[in-house]
């Protein structure tokens, strides 16, 4: 089992909705990730907290906002989304060193479905 | 030219058989390197990493690194069903810098 825990596991929500993704790890990890997967498509990288600090905002659309309330804890804020926003969120963590390795711990993902 | 460039597939091949898995790049200072397994509706998961040049062996798997002519690979031996994935090569520049994946290779092993 995965230590790195994702929440909901699937979503659907409408283009008005505000809803978030929670993401959450017990291994002392202090950067913590999140990206995005479409279908047969590699991960793409969205945002990177370091020591609960934004590091990297990879360009992402203000319609996803992303807080990290402390070590433990990565949350992903939607609101606003369009269709094709629909895809698979992944959260990973990583020791600090994982920036440079690429020693990456992934969630299972949340779905999401944008009507 | 892409950074990364790996062979999307899919590659089906019988229950024993050696499985070969690759991706170039193009990037000289990539120094670490590593293929994660995928299955399907689920998230990535750190098989091998290898820095640098050489092989790295874990049981079934080998990861092997050629830098000088940018190309990895990973092989899996007696292969079984439960390999049946997506594999996805990744790499990354030290100093703090995202991780560039290939597109993934979606294996099937057929009983």
């Known amino acids: 089992d995965t230590e790195v825990t994702q929440t909901p596991k699937h979503l659907v929500m409408g283009m008005t909705n505000k809803k978030s993704l929670k993401c959450e790890q017990h291994?002392?990890?202090?950067?913590m990730y999140w990206y995005k997967q479409k279908a047969k498509k590699p991960p793409e990288l969205m945002f990177v907290?370091?020591?609960?600090?934004?590091?990297i905002n990879e360009s992402v659309p203000s319609r996803f906002s992303p807080e990290c309330p402390n070590s433990s804890l990565l949350n992903l804020h939607l609101h606003a989304l369009q269709p094709e926003d629909s895809a698979l969120y992944l959260c990973?963590?990583?020791?600090?060193?994982?920036?440079?390795?690429?020693?990456?711990?992934f969630g299972e993902g949340s779905r999401l479905t944008v009507l | 030219q892409k950074e990364v460039e790996q062979d999307p597939g899919p590659l089906s091949v019988p229950e024993g058989a050696i499985v070969s898995l690759n991706c170039t790049y193009s990037?000289?200072?990539?120094?670490?390197f590593m293929w994660y397994r995928q299955y399907s509706r689920k998230g990535p998961e750190l098989l091998m990493y290898t820095y640098s040049s050489g092989n790295k062996e874990d049981g079934r798997f080998t990861a092997q690194v050629d830098k000088s002519s940018k190309y990895i690979s990973l092989f899996i031996r007696d292969s079984q069903p439960s390999d049946s994935a997506t594999y996805l090569c990744?790499?990354?520049?030290?100093?703090?810098?995202?991780?560039?994946f290939g597109k993934g290779t979606r294996l099937s092993v057929i009983a």
């Open positions: 907290y370091s020591y609960e600090k934004l590091s």
């Open positions: 990037n000289s200072a990539f120094q670490y």
């Open positions: 990744a790499m990354v520049r030290a100093g703090n810098t995202p991780l560039v």
């Open positions: 291994m002392g990890h202090r950067a």
């Open positions: 990973a963590s990583s020791q600090p060193r994982g920036r440079d390795t690429g020693e990456l711990f």
